[in-house]
Protein backbone atom coordinates (compact mmCIF):
# COMPACT_ATOMS: atom_id res chain seq x y z
CA UNK A 1 0.00 0.00 0.00
CA UNK A 2 1.55 2.82 -1.17
CA UNK A 3 1.96 6.10 1.46
CA UNK A 4 -0.12 9.02 0.56
CA UNK A 5 0.33 12.35 2.23
CA UNK A 6 -2.89 14.91 1.97
CA UNK A 7 -1.91 17.56 3.94
CA UNK A 8 1.28 19.06 1.59
CA UNK A 9 2.43 22.33 0.49
CA UNK A 10 4.19 24.05 -1.89
CA UNK A 11 4.62 27.68 -2.68
CA UNK A 12 5.89 29.63 -5.69
CA UNK A 13 8.28 32.28 -6.05
CA UNK A 14 5.65 34.48 -8.22
CA UNK A 15 3.23 33.89 -5.70
CA UNK A 16 5.62 35.00 -3.16
CA UNK A 17 6.13 38.37 -5.30
CA UNK A 18 1.75 38.70 -5.74
CA UNK A 19 1.99 38.31 -1.91
CA UNK A 20 4.59 40.87 -1.13
CA UNK A 21 3.31 43.36 -3.84
CA UNK A 22 0.32 43.03 -3.03
CA UNK A 23 -0.65 41.73 0.20
CA UNK A 24 -0.59 44.71 2.37
CA UNK A 25 -2.33 45.81 4.83
CA UNK A 26 -3.39 42.43 6.24
CA UNK A 27 0.21 40.28 5.62
CA UNK A 28 3.41 41.99 5.75
CA UNK A 29 6.93 40.74 5.73
CA UNK A 30 9.42 40.24 8.53
CA UNK A 31 11.72 38.02 10.12
CA UNK A 32 11.74 35.79 12.69
CA UNK A 33 13.97 35.57 15.70
CA UNK A 34 15.79 32.84 13.84
CA UNK A 35 16.32 35.08 11.01
CA UNK A 36 14.32 33.69 8.38
CA UNK A 37 11.77 35.73 5.94
CA UNK A 38 8.30 35.33 7.43
CA UNK A 39 5.06 36.32 6.22
CA UNK A 40 2.44 37.99 8.94
CA UNK A 41 -0.73 37.89 9.08
CA UNK A 42 -2.34 41.22 11.32
CA UNK A 43 1.11 41.17 12.57
CA UNK A 44 1.00 37.55 13.65
CA UNK A 45 3.68 35.29 12.15
CA UNK A 46 1.94 33.37 9.75
CA UNK A 47 4.08 31.32 7.03
CA UNK A 48 7.74 31.14 6.79
CA UNK A 49 8.92 29.45 3.69
CA UNK A 50 11.28 26.58 3.72
CA UNK A 51 13.67 25.83 1.01
CA UNK A 52 11.75 22.64 0.33
CA UNK A 53 8.70 24.79 -0.16
CA UNK A 54 10.12 25.91 -3.18
CA UNK A 55 11.97 23.10 -4.63
CA UNK A 56 10.54 19.71 -6.04
CA UNK A 57 13.50 17.67 -5.84
CA UNK A 58 14.25 18.77 -2.50
CA UNK A 59 10.75 17.72 -1.94
CA UNK A 60 11.09 14.28 -3.75
CA UNK A 61 14.24 13.47 -1.72
CA UNK A 62 12.87 14.17 1.57
CA UNK A 63 10.20 12.11 0.51
CA UNK A 64 12.27 9.52 -0.05
CA UNK A 65 13.81 9.51 3.12
CA UNK A 66 10.51 9.34 5.01
CA UNK A 67 8.80 6.58 3.23
CA UNK A 68 6.45 8.79 1.56
CA UNK A 69 5.28 7.50 -1.84
CA UNK A 70 2.62 10.51 -3.29
CA UNK A 71 2.13 13.62 -1.82
CA UNK A 72 -1.17 15.39 -2.61
CA UNK A 73 0.30 19.21 -2.69
CA UNK A 74 -1.54 22.57 -2.01
CA UNK A 75 -0.78 26.06 -1.59
CA UNK A 76 -1.34 27.18 2.29
CA UNK A 77 -2.49 30.50 3.44
CA UNK A 78 -3.55 33.00 2.90
CA UNK A 79 -4.08 31.21 -0.18
CA UNK A 80 -4.63 33.39 -3.03
CA UNK A 81 -7.28 35.75 -0.88
CA UNK A 82 -5.87 39.04 -0.87
CA UNK A 83 -5.53 41.99 -3.82
CA UNK A 84 -8.12 42.44 -6.48
CA UNK A 85 -10.00 40.23 -8.89
CA UNK A 86 -6.96 40.43 -11.27
CA UNK A 87 -4.47 39.40 -8.28
CA UNK A 88 -6.44 36.65 -6.66
CA UNK A 89 -6.90 35.02 -10.07
CA UNK A 90 -3.31 35.62 -11.70
CA UNK A 91 -2.21 34.15 -8.28
CA UNK A 92 -4.53 30.87 -8.65
CA UNK A 93 -3.57 30.46 -11.83
CA UNK A 94 0.18 30.47 -11.24
CA UNK A 95 -0.08 28.39 -8.35
CA UNK A 96 -2.03 25.43 -10.63
CA UNK A 97 -0.43 25.58 -13.36
CA UNK A 98 2.68 24.81 -11.23
CA UNK A 99 1.07 22.32 -9.44
CA UNK A 100 -0.44 21.12 -12.64
CA UNK A 101 3.06 20.81 -14.90
CA UNK A 102 5.02 18.90 -11.00
CA UNK A 103 2.41 16.41 -11.45
CA UNK A 104 3.45 15.79 -15.09
CA UNK A 105 6.86 15.34 -14.49
CA UNK A 106 6.41 13.34 -11.67
CA UNK A 107 3.31 11.30 -12.01
CA UNK A 108 3.57 8.82 -9.90
CA UNK A 109 4.72 10.71 -6.93
CA UNK A 110 2.70 14.43 -7.13
CA UNK A 111 -1.25 15.01 -7.06
CA UNK A 112 -2.44 18.67 -6.54
CA UNK A 113 -5.52 20.59 -5.02
CA UNK A 114 -6.67 23.78 -7.12
CA UNK A 115 -6.49 27.05 -5.48
CA UNK A 116 -9.63 29.23 -6.51
CA UNK A 117 -10.12 33.35 -6.26
CA UNK A 118 -13.73 32.58 -3.63
CA UNK A 119 -14.02 36.21 -3.19
CA UNK A 120 -14.77 36.28 -7.37
CA UNK A 121 -17.42 33.11 -7.50
CA UNK A 122 -17.69 33.45 -11.24
CA UNK A 123 -13.89 33.34 -11.74
CA UNK A 124 -13.47 30.42 -8.97
CA UNK A 125 -16.03 28.51 -11.12
CA UNK A 126 -13.85 28.60 -14.06
CA UNK A 127 -10.68 28.44 -12.64
CA UNK A 128 -12.16 25.02 -11.22
CA UNK A 129 -13.17 23.97 -14.58
CA UNK A 130 -9.88 24.75 -15.66
CA UNK A 131 -7.36 23.19 -12.76
CA UNK A 132 -9.76 19.98 -13.14
CA UNK A 133 -8.83 19.73 -16.57
CA UNK A 134 -4.89 20.10 -15.61
CA UNK A 135 -5.42 17.18 -13.53
CA UNK A 136 -6.48 18.97 -10.36
CA UNK A 137 -7.94 16.41 -8.09
CA UNK A 138 -9.58 18.37 -5.50
CA UNK A 139 -9.33 21.84 -3.93
CA UNK A 140 -8.28 23.26 -0.97
CA UNK A 141 -10.01 26.52 0.72
CA UNK A 142 -9.24 28.26 4.30
CA UNK A 143 -11.37 27.99 7.23
CA UNK A 144 -12.44 31.49 6.29
CA UNK A 145 -12.25 33.97 3.44
CA UNK A 146 -11.11 37.06 4.59
CA UNK A 147 -13.47 36.92 7.72
CA UNK A 148 -15.87 35.70 5.84
CA UNK A 149 -17.38 32.35 6.26
CA UNK A 150 -17.51 29.53 4.20
CA UNK A 151 -21.00 29.10 4.34
CA UNK A 152 -21.89 32.19 3.25
CA UNK A 153 -24.72 32.49 0.80
CA UNK A 154 -22.38 34.45 -1.99
CA UNK A 155 -20.13 31.40 -2.23
CA UNK A 156 -22.91 28.60 -2.59
CA UNK A 157 -22.51 28.68 -6.37
CA UNK A 158 -18.86 27.94 -5.90
CA UNK A 159 -19.80 24.92 -3.56
CA UNK A 160 -22.74 23.71 -5.72
CA UNK A 161 -19.78 23.46 -8.82
CA UNK A 162 -17.72 21.66 -6.15
CA UNK A 163 -20.54 19.59 -4.45
CA UNK A 164 -21.76 18.43 -8.75
CA UNK A 165 -18.10 17.13 -9.07
CA UNK A 166 -18.20 15.25 -5.58
CA UNK A 167 -14.66 16.71 -5.21
CA UNK A 168 -12.56 16.48 -1.82
CA UNK A 169 -11.98 19.78 -0.33
CA UNK A 170 -8.95 20.02 2.11
CA UNK A 171 -10.58 23.11 4.77
CA UNK A 172 -6.72 24.30 5.97
CA UNK A 173 -7.08 27.65 8.85
CA UNK A 174 -5.91 30.60 8.72
CA UNK A 175 -5.49 33.01 11.04
CA UNK A 176 -9.12 33.90 12.61
CA UNK A 177 -11.00 37.11 12.48
CA UNK A 178 -9.94 39.12 15.36
CA UNK A 179 -6.38 37.65 15.52
CA UNK A 180 -5.56 41.22 16.71
CA UNK A 181 -7.89 41.47 19.32
CA UNK A 182 -7.07 38.00 20.89
CA UNK A 183 -3.66 39.42 20.71
CA UNK A 184 -2.41 36.17 18.26
CA UNK A 185 0.90 37.65 17.50
CA UNK A 186 2.45 36.87 20.87
CA UNK A 187 4.29 33.78 21.47
CA UNK A 188 3.02 32.27 17.87
CA UNK A 189 -0.67 31.98 19.58
CA UNK A 190 -1.79 32.58 15.94
CA UNK A 191 -0.13 29.10 14.54
CA UNK A 192 -0.39 27.14 17.73
CA UNK A 193 -3.96 28.07 18.63
CA UNK A 194 -5.82 30.08 16.20
CA UNK A 195 -5.50 27.68 12.95
CA UNK A 196 -6.90 24.69 15.37
CA UNK A 197 -10.05 27.15 16.65
CA UNK A 198 -10.30 28.62 12.76
CA UNK A 199 -10.78 24.73 11.38
CA UNK A 200 -13.17 23.70 14.31
CA UNK A 201 -15.39 26.72 14.17
CA UNK A 202 -15.77 26.33 10.22
CA UNK A 203 -16.72 23.06 10.24
CA UNK A 204 -18.96 23.32 13.24
CA UNK A 205 -20.57 25.84 10.97
CA UNK A 206 -21.10 23.44 8.66
CA UNK A 207 -22.36 20.83 10.34
CA UNK A 208 -25.40 22.88 12.35
CA UNK A 209 -26.00 24.80 9.39
CA UNK A 210 -27.28 21.98 7.41
CA UNK A 211 -24.71 22.83 4.62
CA UNK A 212 -23.26 19.78 5.22
CA UNK A 213 -26.86 18.06 4.09
CA UNK A 214 -27.11 20.61 1.18
CA UNK A 215 -24.20 19.55 -0.26
CA UNK A 216 -24.18 15.55 0.00
CA UNK A 217 -21.48 14.97 -2.09
CA UNK A 218 -18.81 16.77 -1.02
CA UNK A 219 -15.89 15.15 0.83
CA UNK A 220 -14.68 17.72 3.36
CA UNK A 221 -11.10 17.39 5.29
CA UNK A 222 -10.92 19.21 8.57
CA UNK A 223 -7.05 19.71 9.02
CA UNK A 224 -4.45 19.35 11.59
CA UNK A 225 -6.24 15.53 12.88
CA UNK A 226 -10.17 18.03 13.23
CA UNK A 227 -8.36 20.34 15.14
CA UNK A 228 -10.44 20.89 18.27
CA UNK A 229 -13.41 18.93 16.78
CA UNK A 230 -12.64 15.25 18.40
CA UNK A 231 -12.16 16.59 21.61
CA UNK A 232 -15.29 18.71 21.83
CA UNK A 233 -17.91 16.61 19.80
CA UNK A 234 -19.85 15.50 23.44
CA UNK A 235 -20.37 19.37 24.27
CA UNK A 236 -22.18 19.53 20.53
CA UNK A 237 -23.98 16.42 21.32
CA UNK A 238 -25.27 18.02 24.29
CA UNK A 239 -25.86 21.38 23.22
CA UNK A 240 -28.33 19.53 20.20
CA UNK A 241 -29.84 17.66 22.66
CA UNK A 242 -30.76 20.57 25.15
CA UNK A 243 -30.95 23.85 23.19
CA UNK A 244 -33.16 24.22 20.41
CA UNK A 245 -30.93 26.92 18.35
CA UNK A 246 -28.38 24.05 17.92
CA UNK A 247 -30.87 22.11 16.14
CA UNK A 248 -32.84 24.46 14.11
CA UNK A 249 -31.89 22.99 10.65
CA UNK A 250 -30.09 19.48 11.46
CA UNK A 251 -32.11 16.65 13.85
CA UNK A 252 -29.04 13.88 13.31
CA UNK A 253 -26.53 14.16 16.32
CA UNK A 254 -23.45 16.80 15.24
CA UNK A 255 -21.26 12.96 16.06
CA UNK A 256 -22.85 11.58 13.26
CA UNK A 257 -21.68 14.32 10.88
CA UNK A 258 -17.94 13.19 12.30
CA UNK A 259 -18.50 10.15 10.54
CA UNK A 260 -19.10 12.07 7.43
CA UNK A 261 -16.12 14.16 7.23
CA UNK A 262 -12.46 13.43 6.74
CA UNK A 263 -8.79 13.78 8.43
CA UNK A 264 -5.76 14.22 8.13
CA UNK A 265 -3.34 12.60 10.81
CA UNK A 266 -1.41 15.65 11.29
CA UNK A 267 -1.04 15.91 14.94
CA UNK A 268 1.78 15.41 17.26
CA UNK A 269 0.41 12.90 19.91
CA UNK A 270 -0.66 9.30 19.05
CA UNK A 271 -3.60 9.60 21.93
CA UNK A 272 -4.63 12.11 19.55
CA UNK A 273 -4.51 10.91 16.50
CA UNK A 274 -6.29 7.39 19.01
CA UNK A 275 -8.98 9.46 19.47
CA UNK A 276 -9.14 11.18 15.81
CA UNK A 277 -9.51 7.60 14.76
CA UNK A 278 -12.21 6.84 17.00
CA UNK A 279 -14.42 9.71 16.58
CA UNK A 280 -14.16 10.20 12.88
CA UNK A 281 -13.82 6.22 12.05
CA UNK A 282 -11.10 4.12 10.13
CA UNK A 283 -12.05 4.60 7.15
CA UNK A 284 -12.17 8.59 7.15
CA UNK A 285 -8.54 8.81 8.09
CA UNK A 286 -5.66 9.77 6.05
CA UNK A 287 -2.18 10.38 6.55
CA UNK A 288 -0.47 13.62 6.39
CA UNK A 289 2.39 15.72 7.30
CA UNK A 290 2.09 19.54 6.77
CA UNK A 291 5.81 19.42 5.40
CA UNK A 292 7.74 21.62 4.57
CA UNK A 293 6.37 23.76 6.97
CA UNK A 294 9.09 24.23 9.96
CA UNK A 295 6.30 22.12 12.29
CA UNK A 296 5.55 19.57 9.97
CA UNK A 297 7.16 15.91 10.31
CA UNK A 298 6.90 13.52 7.70
CA UNK A 299 8.44 11.16 9.53
CA UNK A 300 6.97 11.39 12.71
CA UNK A 301 3.47 11.60 11.53
CA UNK A 302 3.83 8.53 9.69
CA UNK A 303 5.44 6.45 12.96
CA UNK A 304 1.95 7.78 14.66
CA UNK A 305 0.35 6.37 11.69
CA UNK A 306 2.01 2.86 11.69
CA UNK A 307 1.33 2.71 15.76
CA UNK A 308 -2.74 2.81 15.29
CA UNK A 309 -4.37 -0.18 15.70
CA UNK A 310 -2.89 -2.97 13.15
CA UNK A 311 -6.63 -3.48 11.51
CA UNK A 312 -6.30 0.16 10.47
CA UNK A 313 -2.71 1.06 9.49
CA UNK A 314 -2.99 0.17 5.89
CA UNK A 315 -6.09 2.37 5.40
CA UNK A 316 -4.93 5.42 7.06
CA UNK A 317 -0.71 5.21 5.20
CA UNK A 318 -2.85 5.24 1.99
CA UNK A 319 -6.04 3.36 1.18
CA UNK A 320 -8.65 6.08 2.46
CA UNK A 321 -6.91 8.21 0.13
CA UNK A 322 -6.67 5.94 -2.77
CA UNK A 323 -11.12 5.88 -2.05
CA UNK A 324 -11.63 9.24 -1.29
CA UNK A 325 -9.30 11.04 -4.03
CA UNK A 326 -10.11 7.84 -6.99
CA UNK A 327 -6.11 7.36 -7.12
Not at 157 to 185: C, K, S
Not at 218 to 231: C, D, F, N, R, V
Not at 272 to 287: E, Q, S, V
Request: proline share 6%; with cysteine.
Amino acid sequence: MPVIDVHTHMLNHQWLRLLREHGAPKYTVSRTLEGQDTILSEGAQYLTPMPAHLDYELRLKRMDEAGVDVAIVSLTGPNVFFGDRAVSTSAARLVNDEMAQAQKTWPDRIRWLASLPWEYPDAAAEELNRARKNGAIGVMVLANINGRCLTEPAFAPIWRAIDDLALPVLVHPTTPPGTGQMQLNEYMLASAVGFLFDTTLAIARMIFSGFLDTHPNLKIIASHAGAALPYIIGRFDRMHEMRAAARQTITSKPSEYLRRIYYDAVTYRLDALKLCLDIGGPDNLMYGSDFPHNIGDMKGCLQRVDALPSANVKAVRGGNAERIFKL
